[in-house]
């Protein structure tokens, strides 16, 4: 069956023909794109949709976030948004007390950061032991690098003052080197491997709320990393989830899922299980092999070429020697599997680009599309050797928003003048797919249009913007959400722009991000979302 859309004022993201009024869709695939009279011209006996004049983009394509872990956080205490230690501790214990709890039950919080507390301080253990002593307490801070449990956690999870740090992780100690609860990168699945898992039925329902949610926002495709969030870090399960919600007709965005595999025995496992980037369908297909190299800005857990300018001697946690990740990314890429790393500090950077670089040399592959997500503190000459390397750069400008204000404690002006540089790499012609990291930072495309145009946090501060220099232009953005994310997993011939012969995967907006004064961009919402010309949302 054939259906006209007319009438729209439809962004293509084609640059050849970068506007259109109308297209016709037939099972699926754009037809025709063009004026109203020729798409109408060959409509036939089509059903027509009359679009009123409004905005249509490609369907959002998130180039990485943590879908699942985005909807097991939708089920814990919501710690967003929280102003105060004292406001978590409010919440959770009513949170608590509308709940009858079996004795043991792990008791899970999600999203706190502490550069907003009152207090001016990380979250500890005494500060959950106020909470509840009764009950095991994980709270998960925003960056997703960094828990903290309570003291009853800690007596489950087997550590005490003596406990040595592990590999590519540390144990936080208050001044008298106690443990104080807080665990960081891989300390963090000390606590995690304590809590129960959950089933496949339970994924699905967490699935199907967090596809629910996304797809209502205008987006049509996630690059998901969804292996390692549950205790049991059980990738069949997770795979099972997703196809079983594929054959039930319930995935509303199409999925291509980032395989954290971080050990190589995992990944050796699942090679010779059949999977590599590309097998699967057109909802659900196997990406790249995920690797997360190190932690993140906030708790100085990012991995540094030089010490933190406040915490001199420190330079972060490099989660892999070099002799790990090498062999992690040249037996993937010697089976067929692209590689994408998170890389935040320029140290962790520098890893990755030496590993992919010794992959080419090894097993060379002219088409790789490895890349790395968040690329935030960087220098121009790892641009260039990631521009020399064709190494995707996963921007992530919606944790702009966050990071302005403790980054420049972190690292001092100098090396901030080459770091959180998106627009330098685009102009540079670098690929720059945009994501939002979600549930760090907020799902919504339109929030990160905003940071990313504005360089403002979503409060509008700063009034001239933070290194405004470096925002994108909202052309740059839009490519970044659709095209380029597309190119990120091959399909920039199937999605990405609205052209004939692409999926007919689009978002009906409220308005029109290109002409609209960029400080009213998040009055825009999605009003309808189109999977495949079936509407969805």
Known sequence: MK???VNGNVITIHQDHPRAEAFLVEDGIFLQVGSRAEVLAAAGDAQ??????????PGFNDSHLHLLNFA??????????????????????QWLAQRDLAPGTWVSGAGWNHYAFQEGRMLDRTDLDQITTQYPMIFTRVCEHTVVVNSKALELIGIDDSTPDPEGGAIGRDAGGRANGVLMETARYLAYSKVPDKSVTEIKAMLQDAIDYVSKLGITSVQTDDFETFSSKNWRGVLQAYQELEREGKLKVRVYEQCLLPQIHRLKEFLAAGYHTGVGSDLFKIGPLKLLTDGSIGPRTAYLAQDYSDDPGNRGIAVFTQDELDELVCTAQANGMQVVCHGIGDGAIEMILNAYEKAQREHPKPDARN???HVQIT????????LKGDILAYGEPVCVGADMHCVEDRVGPGRLKESYAYRTMNEMGLRVPLSSDCPVDSVNPIDSAYIAVNRKDLTGWPEGGWYPQ??????QFLKGFTLDSAYAQFEEDKKGSIQPGKYADFVVLSGD???VDPKDLRTIQAQATYLGGRRVS
């Open 3 to 5: 259906t006209a859309f």
């Open 48 to 57: 027509v949709v009359d679009l009123e004049g409004r905005t249509v983009l």
């Open 72 to 93: 097991y956080s939708r089920t814990k205490i919501d710690l967003y948004g929280t102003s105060s230690i004292a406001q978590i501790q409010e919440r959770s214990r």
């Open 371 to 373: 890349g790395i997500i």
């Open 379 to 386: 220098s121009r000459a790892i641009l260039e050797r990631m």
């Open 470 to 475: 470096e925002a994108l232009t909202i052309d």
């Open 513 to 515: 991000p290109t002409t």
